[in-house]
DNA sequence: ATTGAAAATGCAAGTATTTGCATTAAAATA
DNA sequence: TATTTTAATGCAAATACTTGCATTTTCAAT
């Protein structure tokens, strides 16, 4: 793999700020960099670090697939289906899990920004009390 | 809500068979049954459904989100990111994390159907002896 | 420094998905 | 049953994403 230039500077957007973006959002911002790129060049850039495990490719409920670098402490997320909401967990419990799961299945887990939705205490609250 | 004759047609081609289809797949068995039905109402129908809790979403690595009916025995899926494979594992440790994380921050999960990437005994075998 | 192979990019066409708005069908109400 | 209200559908246009192929760039090997 040549090191690209697109690559590099969406690595770059990405560690930034501790940002989940979308391919629009990306492509958005790289335009401003080097206005000339094609969209697809960044969908295959994504792609392709995506595959190598340079990003992680999650659905954040955002009605498109989010992107983040890799590297930083191991994290997860709690979104909240109501209101968008996003909670960051740490690794541990899930660690575990995967680590059972691992020797239980002799399966090699790839898998490393993980999402799961639900509710948060303030949307249960508010169904709780007011109608629906 | 009303009881909408796509909701009641895609149900049953989910039920069917213990089937994860895409969207595509969806409208293409539609059709059959259903000639004159337009895409989008194949989409807004998924999406109603998606949202009641009627049918799950995720991404099993297939390119499009798929589509499975909520209602037997609640279960996830390692899938392999090599070779596709799809591993069918039980709900008791998946729930358990659940449980833990519901009580640390007062979340309350939606998530049934959880997907887990990584690589099978097969796949790590091989690359363990031949090259990369 | 040149040359050649491999990978990345651009471009254009194709496919998939979303959206706004008019119409139709279903449920609720009178 | 007739009328009103609300949700589902069709249609067409817009947007998002993918793909095949020609060209350019990068890296490694002269
Ligand atoms: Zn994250
Ligand atoms: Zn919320
Ligand atoms: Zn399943
Ligand atoms: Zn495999």
């Known amino acids: 793999m040549k090191t690209s230039s697109v690559e590099l500077i969406i690595l770059d957007l990405l560690s930034h700020e501790q940002a989940h973006l979308t391919a629009q959002e990306i492509y958005q911002q790289l335009k401003l960099r ?51 909401a996003v909670m960051t967990i740490e690794d541990r419990p899930v660690n575990e899990l995967f680590r059972y799961l691992e020797g239980r299945y002799h399966f090699e887990m790839i898998t490393n920004h993980l999402i799961l939705f639900g509710r948060c205490q303030n949307c249960q609250k508010v169904s709780e009390s007011g109608r629906q």
């Open 34 to 84: 080097l206005p000339a790129v094609n969209p697809s060049t960044v969908y295959r850039a994504l792609e392709r670090m995506a595959h190598a495990g340079k990003i992680s490719v999650s659905d954040m409920g955002r009605g498109a697939m989010v992107y983040e670098a890799v590297g930083g402490e191991r994290h997860h997320h709690l979104v909240c289906q109501d209101c968008g």
